[in-house]
């Protein structure tokens, strides 16, 4: 894992969000939050990041919501969608809008990091 990658996690469950924050630093990364799908997005749009990790349901602008906003800016920043939503329509609307990877919840930590992990070394 290189040091310093940027990583920007979007979910309205503050608990949720400080949990794979503090996760995702412990590891060495750089992590920025958002509370919500707007917040989430006036930052991703930025561009500054190496991974976003995007909430499903949240207040503000759902995640396929951000995802869409997001795709005609053409970023290329990997996108890992947290869902609780296990339906495939779900899945399939958010792969449509750009969601790089699905993260089911709950999930580890250790998930978590290795997925982080895995979706840094393909960007590479």
């Not at 608990?15 to 939050?33: C, K, N, P, Q, W």
């Amino acid at each position: 894992m290189e040091e310093g990658k940027k990583i920007l996690v979007v979910d309205d469950e503050e608990i949720l969000r400080m949990l794979i924050a503090d996760t995702l630093s412990f590891e060495g990364y750089a992590v920025e939050e958002a509370q919500d799908g707007q917040e989430g997005f006036d930052k991703a749009a930025t561009g500054q990041y190496d991974v976003i990790l995007l909430d499903y349901m949240m207040p503000k602008l759902t995640g396929p919501e951000v995802l869409e906003r997001l795709q005609p800016l053409q970023l290329g920043i990997p996108i890992i969608m947290l869902t609780a939503k296990a339906q495939q329509s779900d899945r399939d609307l958010a792969a449509h809008f750009g969601a790089d990877y699905f993260m089911p919840k709950p999930f580890s930590p250790s998930e978590l990091v290795a997925l982080v992990t895995q979706v840094l070394e393909e960007a590479m």
